[in-house]
C-alpha cells in the first residue's frame, strides 16, 4: 500500500461521490461467511455509486472492480489452526492507512473484524475525526475448551499484534469462548456505532453495555428466484464449516430418522463442505465453490440451517432468499430473526427436526408460503437499502463522534 494506491484513489474518488473504508482482517481467499458478507458489501456500495477502498489481506481478489480501490496488507504470518493473518508492521500499517484515508477523505471506517486492522481504524478515525463503525458478524464464539488452557497466551497474542490488552471482560462462557468475546468488546466499546445484521445479536451487544448497536442487515445476492420444485424427494442443502457449532450430526441424525420412519427416498440432503461416512439419502459434496453451492440450492426445497445459539445472520440463508428458497431452521432465535421466510421445529435436536421435515413431507403446500417470504425477505436486503441505511448510520454515527468529542475551552477575554 503506498504511492501507486493513493493516486487510483483519488483517480475513482470524484465530486459528490461517497468514500469509505472497509478493512478486515481476515484473509479475503477464504470465503468463510464474515469474508462472504464483507465482499458483498464492497461489491453492492460499488453498484450504488460508492467509492470503496478495501483494505484486507488478499484484497486484490476485487482487483478491476468498478468503483472499488483494493488495498492489500502484507501479512507477516498465519496463526496455526485458526486461520488468522498476523499483519507486518503495526506501526508502518497505521500510518499508511491514515495517508489512504485522508487521501480519499471517506466519510467512516467501516470494519469487519476485531483485531489489528480494526484498533487500527480506531486510532485513525479519533486522529482524523472520521467515524468508526463495526461490523459484528458473531458474538456468540463457541470455541473447544480443549483451547481454555491457551486463554492467557491468546489475550497477550492479541495485545501483541493490535497494541491493546483487550477490555471490557466478559465473563459469560467458557474461559475461551470469554476471551473471544471479550476482543470483540474491546473494539465495539470503543466504536462510534456498532452493526449487527440481526436483531438478536444487536440484543445481545446492548445486554454487555455496548451503546450505538444498530441492526444492518447483510446485502442478499440479487434476486434469481428458482422454479418450484413440483415432485420428487423433499430435497435440502446443508453449507456450512464442518465445526462443531454448526452440529451437522443433528442433520444426518435427524435424515436417519425420516428414512427408518418414512422409508428410502422420501428426503435427501446435499452437504456441502468436508467429507463424512456414506449415508443413505445423503449426498456428501466436499469443497464446493460459492457458485455451486448456488445451483444446488436452486435445485433444492430448501436450506438446512442445525446450528443452536451460535449463528448471527448465516449466508446460506440469504442464499437461499435470492432464489425463492426458505430455511429450516432449529434455533428458535434464529428462526424468529427470519420470520415466515424460517420453517421452525418444536426442538432443536434431531427428533424435533425429524418431526418438523415430516410435516413438510405432508404438507408440501408451506414450502411454497415459506418461500414468498424468503424473496421479500432478500428484496428488502439488495444493494439499494443497504446503502441508503448506512449512509444514515453513519451520519448518526458522524453526530455521535462529534458529541464524544472534547470541545476546546472557549477564550478568555
Not at 474518488?13 to 468463510?32: E, I, P, Q
Amino acid at each position: 500500500m503506498g504511492e501507486r494506491a493513493q493516486e487510483a484513489a483519488r483517480a475513482v474518488n470524484g465530486g459528490d461521490t461517497v468514500a469509505v473504508m472497509l478493512l478486515c482482517d481476515y484473509s479475503l481467499r477464504y470465503l468463510g461467511g464474515a469474508q462472504t458478507a464483507f465482499l458483498r458489501q464492497a461489491r453492492g456500495l460499488a453498484e450504488e455509486g460508492w467509492t470503496v477502498v478495501v483494505v484486507a489481506p488478499d484484497a486484490d481478489v476485487l482487483a478491476g472492480v468498478p468503483g472499488i480501490v483494493p488495498v492489500a496488507v502484507r501479512v507477516a504470518f498465519t496463526v496455526p489452526g485458526v486461520g488468522l493473518p498476523v499483519l507486518a508492521s503495526r506501526r508502518r500499517l497505521r500510518g499508511e492507512l491514515a495517508r489512504l484515508a485522508a487521501a480519499h477523505d471517506v466519510r467512516a471506517l467501516v470494519v469487519h473484524s476485531e483485531f489489528t486492522l480494526a484498533c487500527a481504524a480506531l486510532e485513525i478515525g479519533a486522529a482524523q475525526r472520521r467515524p468508526v463503525l463495526q461490523t459484528v458478524h458473531t458474538f456468540f464464539w463457541q470455541a473447544s475448551s480443549a483451547l481454555n488452557a491457551l486463554v492467557p497466551l491468546a489475550l497477550w497474542e492479541y495485545h501483541h499484534i493490535t497494541g491493546r490488552w483487550p477490555s471490557p471482560r466478559y465473563t459469560g462462557s467458557t474461559p475461551i469462548n470469554n476471551a473471544l468475546r471479550t476482543m470483540t468488546l474491546t473494539v465495539a466499546t470503543r466504536a462510534d456505532a456498532v452493526l449487527s445484521p440481526s436483531a438478536h445479536q444487536a440484543r445481545a451487544l446492548q445486554a454487555e453495555g455496548v451503546d450505538a448497536v444498530h441492526e444492518l442487515s447483510n446485502i442478499a445476492e440479487p434476486l434469481q428466484p428458482a422454479p418450484a420444485r413440483a415432485d420428487g424427494p423433499l430435497t435440502l442443502v446443508w453449507a456450512a464449516r464442518f465445526a462443531p457449532e454448526k452440529r451437522l450430526e443433528v442433520a444426518l441424525d435427524a435424515v436417519r430418522l425420516v428414512t427408518a420412519r418414512r422409508g428410502p427416498g422420501r428426503v435427501h440432503l446435499h452437504v456441502a463442505g468436508g467429507v463424512h461416512e456414506p449415508q443413505a439419502d445423503v449426498t456428501f459434496h466436499g469443497r464446493v465453490p460459492g457458485d455451486e453451492v448456488g445451483v444446488l440450492v436452486a435445485a433444492s426445497d430448501a436450506v438446512l440451517i442445525s446450528s443452536l445459539g451460535f449463528d448471527n445472520q448465516p449466508m446460506i440463508a440469504l442464499e437461499a432468499f435470492s432464489r425463492g428458497r426458505p430455511a429450516v431452521v432449529v434455533d428458535p432465535v434464529l428462526a424468529g430473526e427470519f420470520g415466515a421466510a424460517a420453517i421452525g421445529t418444536e426442538t432443536p435436536d434431531a427428533a424435533g427436526l425429524a418431526a418438523a421435515l415430516e410435516r413438510l413431507l405432508d404438507e408440501r403446500d408451506s414450502l411454497g408460503r415459506a418461500a414468498a417470504a424468503a424473496l421479500t425477505y432478500a428484496r428488502d436486503r439488495q444493494p439499494a437499502p443497504h446503502a441508503r441505511k448506512l449512509d444514515r448510520l453513519i451520519a448518526v454515527a458522524r453526530e455521535r463522534m462529534r458529541a464524544r468529542t472534547p470541545q476546546p475551552a472557549a477564550r478568555r477575554s
